[in-house]
């Protein structure tokens, strides 16, 4: 069921200002009315890329992990592999890309498993999910000069455990793991 195009319940932009314009983020302030006449003359908007998520599977059966130091939890915390989808890339060669520069794995057959909102609320982007199945190590890793990521191979009751246990923090990670895991059953 798709309802995002409902107009019944669409807010009026009365009037829309950039504030912060960057490659990563563009804030945006909207002045708004709603159906029912309310006025929000503040509505905050972050515009971002689309971004992609990858859950790898290596063809001996292990997933690839990663670990790494998110700043504004302030903390360290297990992920799949993700990324940005580039202006005018498809979000599978960008999942591809991105497995391969974070990991240096790549290969496999691909499905997208699922796509989400991040944050509906106050973001204007989608989340892509994907899953690799067969991933091979081609290279070593080309990360990015500001990324510091450990990468390393878990069993799936590992990976599983972690995910029951609140290993995996970000909602965009462990909702896709989740269907994963559920679609196993």
Request: charged fraction near 25%; aromatic fraction near 10%; hydrophobic fraction near 35%.
């Amino acid at each position: 069921m798709d309802n995002r195009s409902s107009d019944s319940k669409k807010w009026q932009i009365l009037s829309s200002e950039y504030v912060l314009c960057n490659p990563w983020l563009t804030v945006r302030k909207d002045h708004v009315r709603q159906p029912s006449g309310v006025e929000i003359p503040d509505y905050w908007v972050l515009e971002y890329h689309d971004w992609i998520n990858v859950i790898a599977i290596t063809d001996t059966g292990d997933h690839v992990i990663e670990r790494q130091y998110r700043h504004a939890m302030g903390w360290i915390s297990y992920e799949i592999c993700a990324g940005c989808v580039e202006k005018g890339e498809d979000p599978l060669a960008a999942a591809q890309r991105e497995l391969l520069e974070e990991t240096g794995f790549g290969g496999g057959s691909w499905e997208k498993l699922m796509v989400l909102s991040p944050n509906g609320t106050s973001m204007n982007n989608m989340c892509h999910c994907f899953l690799a199945r067969g991933v091979t190590r081609l290279s070593d890793p080309h990360q990015e000069r500001t990324e510091d990521i450990d990468v390393s191979l878990m069993s799936e009751a590992e990976v599983f455990r972690l995910l029951e246990d609140g290993g995996f923090y970000q909602a965009t990670m462990a909702a896709p793991l989740w269907r994963y895991f559920v679609s196993r059953l």
